[in-house]
């Protein structure tokens, strides 16, 4: 396949990504994964990548930090690109503007037809074009229907390409440990690439009948690739038990490991999939663990607890220890917070006044960290080191930075295990913490019984 040379980043832009790349991939996240990434074409030919959207501005931006070898392009929300400046520097980093019915109106959605020329134009130059078909994200692990814009302006680059050289459809997915909390871990998943070509015969006949054909199989193997909870009734049931001990074992037994993303992705697919095929098979079981299900889960959050505090039997013995853990590292701890504090108070604030929409929040934390807080906290203090003390020691402070702030992180969440370790053994909830012991196992019983 002839393959074009794509257009090279400016010496800044790339800095930028690499800067990006340190605060994403090596601050925010704790660790990242990308499997298959030998299913992706090589740079030069037109790639268009569709994926599930669950996580905003953080499902395009992993996918280009991970994959540097090649120019990326975005469709992203018309209304960013109000500003002169802002429109200037994101089509600079690849980002283009998709002008949507219900926000900006009829008329402006015909601006889309210069969106489309665009992308087209960057696939025609050898570049990869990054699309989210549900034309919006989602706020449960579940798959949308897909609309055909990836498809028409993947066609419309072979038209004028005189349908000689091949465009490739490239499903992947996003998966994430946690959507909302730093330090958790995320992969990228590549399916099989799709080449158009031999759908090219079939397009000039019928171009709807065969774009529809063609994102069924596109939409299908997304969906195999990713965690799709098709029961949207018991959602929360269903996602409370995969998340919960319960979920951990059954990785277990599985042969697979409950900490390891990968793992974990494959056992809760597995698990998902188990308990949708029970409830069609045994409703009336099945409804009567999810309401009690509902019922420990409300109960947990009431008493702001959690259930590994019943599988790991935490009694008054463990919470002593985290008690004293801390004491000791309090020092340490305020040694770390002091510098870094400004990343995790200034997202607090502009949080609650700024989003509503819950699952802008993990990708609001990156961008207020990459542009905001974490400039400050790290270039204000190194030049006052140099100017007061030396270069060597604004150096030290430059490399330690990071380890303060995993740190601080790192204590926090061991400072509120403590808290919920406490809550769980205090005298005045030991009837109710008996009590949700029984039914978590009576769960736990019925679910090893209809799973088998």
């Known amino acids: 396949m002839k393959r074009e040379k794509p257009r090279e980043h400016s010496l800044f832009l790339k800095s930028f990504r690499s800067y990006l790349q340190l605060v994403s991939s090596k601050l925010y996240f704790r660790k990242e994964h990308v499997i298959n990434r030998e299913n992706v074409p090589a740079n030069g030919t037109p790639v268009v990548m569709v994926s599930n959207h669950q996580n905003c501005l953080n499902d395009p931006l992993c996918v280009c930090l991970n994959l540097t070898d090649r120019r990326m392009n975005f469709l992203a929300r018309a209304n960013v690109f109000q500003r002169p400046l802002f429109n200037r520097a994101l089509r600079a980093m690849g980002l283009l503007p998709a002008y949507r019915l219900e926000y900006e109106g009829f008329a402006a959605v015909n601006n889309n037809k210069d969106t489309m020329n665009d992308a087209s134009k960057a696939l025609m130059g050898g570049e990869t074009v990054m699309l989210f078909p549900e034309c919006g994200h989602q706020d449960k692990r579940w798959l949308g229907i897909f609309k055909l814009g990836y498809l028409r302006i993947a066609f419309d680059a072979a038209e004028r390409m005189n349908f000689e050289r091949d465009v490739v459809i490239m499903p992947s997915c996003n998966h994430y440990s946690n959507y909302f909390h730093a330090r958790a871990d995320m992969l990228i998943k590549f399916g099989k690439a799709i080449s158009l070509k031999p759908y090219y015969d079939d397009y000039r006949r019928a171009p ?245």
């Open 208 to 452: 709807r009948e065969t774009m529809v054909r063609i994102n069924s199989i596109v939409r299908e193997e997304i969906k195999n690739l990713m965690l799709h909870v098709e029961d949207l009734d018991h959602y929360d049931e269903i996602d409370f038990i995969r998340e919960s001990s319960y979920g951990d074992d059954y990785a277990r037994r599985q042969g697979l490991r409950p900490r390891h993303l990968p793992s974990r992705l494959k056992s809760d697919k597995m698990l998902v999939e188990a308990l949708q095929e029970a409830h069609a098979k045994d409703a009336t079981t099945m409804e009567s663990v999810y309401a009690d299900t509902r019922e420990y889960s409300s109960e947990l959050k009431r008493l702001n607890i959690r259930d590994w505090h019943f599988a790991k039997r935490i009694g008054f013995g463990s919470t002593l220890f985290r008690a004293l853990a801390l004491l000791v590292m309090l020092p340490l701890f305020i040694a770390a917070i002091i510098p870094t504090s400004l990343l995790f108070i200034v997202p607090k604030i502009f949080l609650k006044k700024l989003i509503k929409d819950q699952m802008f929040v993990s990708s609001f934390n990156v961008a207020v960290s990459a542009l905001i807080t974490f400039p400050i906290c790290l270039v204000v203090p190194f030049i006052l080191i140099w100017i007061f003390v030396n270069v060597w020691w604004a150096l030290g402070y430059v490399v330690a930075f990071p380890l303060m702030f995993i740190f601080a992180w790192n204590y926090q969440r061991l400072f509120h295990k403590f808290m919920g370790s406490l809550r769980f053994v205090m005298p005045k909830n030991r009837a109710t913490v008996e009590r949700l012991k029984a039914l978590r196992k009576s769960i736990h019983e019925r679910l090893d019984a209809v799973l088998k």
